[in-house]
């Protein structure tokens, strides 16, 4: 049940803060390359965050209090958007907040895997519940802030991460390892894995489209003609599959490698990103939507699944957050730089072919690297 709940809290923050704070920081004056730079710059923070606090949690088996004090930090620092207008200190926050909320979302998944091995539970089971919080926080947001200032979201934000989560830190179910590999020599062996290391190239470079993708999928409902309510409605859509695919994903999938649902969900990715950028509405753009549930809930659920199976003992937090690291810190920061430039420059259809076309490399990346598999 903590588990449920951390995810259910922890998902409910980012529904909150992720669909609406692009359009806070317009709203604010910030262009899109301005925007585009706060969202590449932060995640190198992560780059080499993740890692580290992935080694720290996993040296020392102090998981709940790493968590814990990322969480506060994490949620605390949101507040401090309303009172500013400056784009350097937006910078300063955001980078904040990257450096403590990362690893979170690794180090949970990391326990979470060790517990269901003794339990025979799903992972997508415990999972989604956080696509059920952001659904929840998403969509009744997207209702409730239509025509309204856009504050509310830092408060929540800050209510349900800095104390909520680091409240249930202390309560997440975390298995100590007594027999556990080094840091060097585990090091070692991950990246001695041919197909483990093709995984975090092709998750680096799907990592820039959904960069591009998060970042301004806001800002382009709203260049389509949409509302703030439509801009909810948007990312309801975008999680609203994930909740059968999570739910019965152990089921429907169990036969399957990792490897073939990894490749299988960047197919999908390349399909509904391309129905995006085609849209000529913000109803039909919210229909393409619906796509990415399905594709992220099969890609999510089979590469923490995937990554889970070939970390070493002791080691499952770096491994996860090695994996968290190349996705959403070093393949975010570059996308959301390109995605910046392709809004200003190009246009905000531009940013979907462009993830589109990640996803087609990050496939042909890890279909090459794990043929071996």
């Not at 209090?65 to 009172?83: E, N, R």
């Not at 249930?168 to 590999?181: A, M, N, Y």
């Not at 801009?231 to 169990?254: C, D, Q, R, Y």
Request: proline share 4%; net charge positive.
């Amino acid at each position: 049940m903590a588990a449920k709940s951390y995810y259910f809290l922890y998902y409910a923050a980012i529904g909150c803060f992720a669909p609406f704070l692009n359009i806070y920081l317009k709203d604010k004056g910030l262009t899109g390359t301005q925007i585009g730079w706060l969202s590449s710059v932060a995640p190198l923070i992560a780059l080499a965050a993740n890692p580290i606090w992935g080694s720290i949690a996993d040296h020392w088996q102090i998981h709940r209090q790493v968590l814990a004090l990322c969480a506060f930090v994490a949620g605390i620092t949101g507040l401090f958007y309303v009172p500013f207008q400056s784009f350097w200190i937006f910078m300063v926050l955001t980078l904040i907040i990257t450096l403590f909320r990362t690893p979170i979302c690794p180090i949970v998944d990391s326990a979470v895997m060790n517990t269901i091995r003794h339990t025979g539970d799903s992972y997508g089971r415990q999972r989604i519940w956080g696509t059920i919080g952001f659904i929840v926080l998403s969509l009744g947001l997207g209702q409730i802030l239509t025509g309204r200032e856009l504050t509310p979201i830092f408060w929540l934000y800050a209510g349900f991460m800095g104390v909520g989560c680091t409240i249930l830190s202390f309560f997440l179910p975390v298995e100590h390892v007594e027999k556990r590999i080094g840091l060097r020599e585990g090091m070692h062996k991950l990246f001695g894995q041919r197909d483990y290391l093709s995984f975090l190239v092709a998750a680096m470079v799907l990592g820039m489209g959904t960069a591009g993708y998060v970042g301004f999928l806001g800002l382009y409902i709203q260049a389509l003609g949409g509302t703030e309510q439509q801009v909810g409605l948007a990312w309801t859509a975008n999680a609203l599959l994930e909740v059968p695919i999570m739910f019965f994903g152990k089921h429907w999938f169990s036969r399957y490698a990792p490897q073939k649902l990894i490749l299988g969900s960047m197919f999908i990715y390349i399909l509904v990103w391309s129905l995006i950028g085609l849209s000529p509405t913000p109803a039909l753009a919210i229909v393409a939507v619906l796509g990415i549930g399905v594709c992220y809930g099969i890609f999510w659920m089979s590469a923490v699944d995937y990554v889970s199976s070939v970390a070493p003992p002791g080691l499952g937090a770096t491994a996860q957050t090695l994996f968290g690291a190349a996705m959403l810190g070093l393949g975010w920061s570059i996308g959301s730089v390109v995605a910046g430039y392709l809004w200003d420059v190009i246009s905000p259809h531009a940013i979907f072919f462009f993830a589109a076309g990640t996803a087609t490399l990050a496939a042909l990346v890890f279909g090459m690297g794990s043929r071996s598999k």
